[in-house]
């Protein structure tokens, strides 16, 4: 048994966010399924939000518009009073990073450059060429060996302790030594990322399951808002390698088969610029309705950078150009580049307040894996890196406030009992049963893309609905080949997939009952927005016969009144 004051499941910058912000105080272990400068977060490209009002055509800049922009483009499903709190801290974190060493691209005055990113009135969007989430990783992990924090790569967390309202910790797995390990913590963060490979198409790495989320869902944990999918307008086509927003901050067009600039069909000032829910559709559209290019890996549209010329592209964008080199042989200095829409985010998460907290006392969570809500029904590009660092930052002062305040108990013997139950759970899977889980996984990733995409009907979710419940079936009789579990990925798989089963059925069944269109989530059988009705969020609790039960809260507006969104 191992024993921290706090847990960190995570360790991406959300975590080490957090981490760094407990260990001068506190013994804090942070608990990585892979090495945390392999975390996810390293892959985001484009730049990080703040109103410092650096950019030549952006010195009248504040909080309050950049407030308005992250509102405005979550179709107004975001909590206002989060998105303000999150905006005003993003100038504060912005100069933190950089302070801790992070280098950010410069204007000739040195200050921190910033580029135009969708949905934004100002260009707001600080950056590091286009390896923004790389530089920030690696500045926070540095940060996080230098402050001395424990650290444990590769392992596996299973299951989440909760009794009488209170988190006593998790039961991992350690891959290397294939131990079961029951961990104590009077408080505990998860910051695991989101569910991307529920889907066939993603931008997302392969430890994307969403495990962070199934897992307090399991125990009992709201989860908020799942139907709120984001698809990236721009993945490389074939392995669906993000292609940065940046790509078209930096002036880059998209183009159909017809050499035209489409966007000028859909949004006419904003182009390539608009929010990723309206550009994503839009290319769809464009595709479907027999415009866009075929090929082999699926159809696609252009997006051209040839005109920004060598200079500007070796300079903003060198990553991106040796992307399409290495994997598709093309150099987009003279070639465009072949693109679809790929699965890239989930607005959706574990149900949190501003600072982090759940409903289970110590229990807290930030990242992609929780919903505030400050990115309601479609996140701008831009605010995910501001999201993972400024909760992971805020979470640690609540951790810390409740540590403080709080004199914690913790049950050894509620924690080593469901390490038994961990271990009968995998017993089961190890000794009966007949299918495979890798096949129901391909059946569930095909179903979430064919039926839950960027457009939606009532006939689609409902077959997605009915195949679910199907797959759900047939995992009650997964057998894995080996009861080792020592590196054991399909061990891991299987245990992972029941989670990735229960994300899908909230998805699916939110975007059935949700009779309206609102950002990600479009219903071609109810494509207008209904704020009289659907002004709220869906909140998924796990109900007594362990299928998921729906609820709905209120949206918290301040000052912003909902209003048609217009670009």
């Known amino acids: 048994m191992l024993y921290h004051d706090v847990l960190i499941v995570g360790g991406g910058l959300a975590g080490l966010r957090a981490a760094v912000g407990l260990c001068d105080k506190y013994n804090v272990g942070l608990f990585s399924k892979v090495h945390p400068i392999r975390s996810h977060s390293i892959a985001a490209q484009g730049g990080i939000n703040a109103a410092l009002a650096n950019n030549p055509e952006a010195k009248d800049d504040t909080w309050e518009k950049h407030t308005f922009d992250t509102?405005?483009?979550?179709?107004?499903?975001?909590?206002?009073?989060a998105?303000?709190?999150?905006?005003?801290e993003a100038s504060i974190i912005v100069y933190e990073m950089e302070h801790w060493g992070c280098p950010f691209s410069r204007f000739p005055d040195n200050s921190i450059a910033q580029r135009p990113f969708g949905g934004a009135g100002y260009p707001r969007t600080c950056y590091s060429t286009d390896i923004t989430g790389h530089v920030l990783l690696n500045t926070l992990f540095e940060r996080s060996v230098y402050k001395g924090v424990n650290i444990y790569s590769e392992y596996i967390v299973l299951a989440l302790?909760?009794?009488?309202?209170?988190?006593?910790?998790?039961?991992?797995?350690?891959?290397?030594?294939?131990?079961?390990?029951?961990?104590?913590?009077?408080?505990?963060l998860f910051a695991t990322g989101g569910y991307g490979r529920v889907y066939y198409y993603s931008t997302n790495a392969l430890t994307n399951t969403g495990s962070g989320i199934?897992?307090?869902?399991?125990?009992?944990?709201?989860?908020k808002d799942m139907e709120f999918v984001q698809f990236h307008p721009t993945s490389l086509i074939g392995t669906n390698i993000l292609m940065t927003e940046g790509c078209r901050g930096e002036g880059g067009y998209l183009v159909n088969n017809k050499g035209e600039r489409f966007m000028e069909?859909?949004?006419p000032k904003a182009m390539e610029l608009a929010p990723r829910d309206i550009v994503s559709r839009s290319i769809q559209t464009e595709i479907e309705e027999g415009r866009g290019f075929e090929s082999e890996l699926g159809n696609y549209i252009q997006l051209d950078l040839r005109h920004l010329g060598e200079k500007k592209i070796m300079e903003k964008l060198p990553g991106i150009r040796s992307i399409c080199l290495d994997f598709i042989g093309i150099d987009p200095i003279l070639e465009p580049i072949p693109i679809m829409p790929a699965q890239h985010y989930s607005m959706g998460g574990i149900d949190t307040d501003e600072k982090a907290e759940t409903i289970v006392k110590g229990f807290y969570a930030a990242g992609e894996c929780a919903c505030v809500s400050v990115h309601g029904a479609n996140r701008l590009g831009g605010n995910s890196l501001l999201d993972t660092i400024v909760f992971g930052k805020l979470g640690a002062i609540a951790i810390e406030e409740y540590l403080q305040t709080n004199e914690i108990k913790l049950d050894e013997k509620l924690v080593m009992g469901r390490k038994t139950e961990v271990e009968e759970t995998i017993k089961k899977l190890t000794h009966s049963g007949h299918e495979k889980p890798f096949k129901i996984l391909e059946e569930l990733r095909g179903t979430m893309s064919q039926y839950v995409g960027i457009f939606r009907t009532k006939e689609e979710l409902q077959l997605a609905f009915n195949k679910i419940l199907e797959?759900?079936?047939?995992?009650?009789h997964v057998k894995v080949s080996s009861p080792k579990p020592h590196m054991n990925y399909e061990l891991i798989g299987a245990i992972e997939l029941e989670y990735m089963l229960d994300i899908c059925h909230i998805i699916v069944l939110g975007a059935l009952l949700r009779e309206e269109s609102r950002g990600a989530h479009w219903r071609r059988d109810f494509p207008e927005r209904k704020d009289a009705d659907w002004l709220k969020h869906t909140v998924a609790t796990l109900g007594k016969d362990?299928?998921?039960s729906i609820s709905y809260k209120d949206v918290v507006i301040t000052r912003y009144t909902p209003m048609e969104r217009k670009y």
């Open 471 to 476: 797959l759900k079936e047939k995992y009650k």
């Open 83 to 88: 998105a303000e709190i999150m905006c005003k």
């Open 161 to 188: 302790v909760v009794g009488d309202g209170k988190c006593h910790g998790v039961i991992v797995l350690d891959q290397l030594n294939g131990r079961i390990i029951p961990v104590l913590a009077k408080a505990t």
């Open 546 to 548: 362990g299928e998921p």
């Open 214 to 223: 199934g897992i307090p869902y399991r125990a009992g944990i709201p989860i």
């Open 71 to 81: 509102v405005k483009g979550s179709d107004y499903l975001a909590d206002q009073d």
């Open 265 to 267: 069909r859909y949004v």
